[in-house]
């Protein structure tokens, strides 16, 4: 199984910036994509950001130039750089992981989510 611990969250005025991290961790293989997601009060959970283990990253629209999400796979750590954030980017942020991990002696592909760190950006 994988583990994730997130890190970073916090609050923040209009046009501030944080960094939030999440590092995986257990019997793990390899890891395909990383990204966060995020989810506002009464929303839907949402992608923020994505990066997959070769090819281009992907965002949202509405974070398309703030945001900027990154991978260090000596660390499995990904990171998601938030800058010029607005009142609006409000939100549990969630960390979501696509590895390949050991159960046994056999590799399963799994899916994990990390615990969420919230973001709040005040006007």
């Known amino acids: 199984q994988v583990q994730l611990v997130e890190s970073g969250g916090g609050l923040v005025q209009a046009g501030g910036s944080l960094t939030l991290s999440c590092a995986a961790s257990?019997?793990?293989?390899?890891?395909?994509?990383m990204g966060w997601y995020r989810q506002a009060p009464g929303k839907q959970r949402e992608l923020v950001a994505v990066i997959p283990s070769v090819g281009s990253t992907n965002y949202a629209d509405s974070v398309k130039g703030r945001f900027t999400i990154s991978r260090d796979n000596a660390k499995n750590t990904v990171y998601l750089q938030m800058n010029s954030l607005k009142p609006e980017d409000t939100a549990v942020y969630y960390c979501?992981?696509?590895?390949?991990?050991?159960?046994?002696?056999?590799?399963?592909?799994?899916?994990?989510w990390g615990q969420g760190t919230q973001v709040t950006v005040s006007s």
């Open positions: 979501n992981v696509d590895a390949i991990v050991w159960v046994l002696d056999v590799r399963v592909r799994g899916d994990y």
């Open positions: 257990g019997n793990i293989f390899s890891i395909n994509a």
